[in-house]
């Protein structure tokens, strides 16, 4: 793999990064509009992406997105945020929001879902990443899980090339 040295999970991951909600991050149902939180887990994926590769990173696919619940208005959402493995130049990083009432504290969690990035060079050309290290049994059990999901994005992607070839 890479002759980077390997990085533990914990070197970039996210915490509970906060975002409040405000009435314009709200859709026609009065719940917070969806693709708003799908950007903003983008763009904290990339965050997580670049911090463990050290390069400028492309989001290369989004899979596995899961509405688990709806945001409203006297929410906070608190976006955490960690790699769960490394292949060569790309990386998958898993998303999970959280919905927090900012007046009784209950938390629900309202989304999961899986990026894919790749970390790419000057000329745009992907570049090897460090290994991951996972560090708990919870990171190892995502760790041995990525696998699977990335044999299934290969096989996919398998399988429409020769269908449409």
């Known amino acids: 793999m890479s002759e980077k040295p390997a990085k533990p999970v914990s070197a970039s991951a ?13 859709n026609s149902h009065d719940t917070v509009f969806g693709g708003m939180i799908m950007a903003k887990c983008d ?9 463990h590769s050290a390069h400028v990173c492309v989001t290369a696919a989004v899979d596995s997105i ?5 945001a409203r208005g006297k929410d906070t959402l608190l976006f ?30 309202i989304l999961s879902a899986f990026f894919t990035f790749v970390a790419v060079d000057e000329e745009g050309k ?12 919870e990171q190892r059990r995502r ?11 290969l096989q996919t992607r398998e399988q429409l090339t020769k269908a449409n070839s």
Not at 43 to 51: D, I, N, P, S
């Open 80 to 109: 955490s945020l960690t790699l769960n493995r490394s292949w060569g130049s790309s990386m998958e990083i898993g998303a999970r929001v959280e919905a927090e009432n900012s007046y009784t504290g209950d938390v629900r969690h």
């Open 126 to 137: 992907p570049v090897d990443v460090p290994e991951v290290i996972p560090e708990t049994s």
């Open 14 to 26: 996210i915490e509970k990064h906060v975002y409040k909600v405000f009435p314009n991050d709200m």
């Open 66 to 70: 899961h509405f688990r619940a709806p």
């Open 143 to 153: 760790y041995a899980n990525a696998e699977i999901r990335r044999a299934g994005r």
């Open 43 to 51: 763009r904290l994926a990339l965050v997580v992406a670049e911090r």
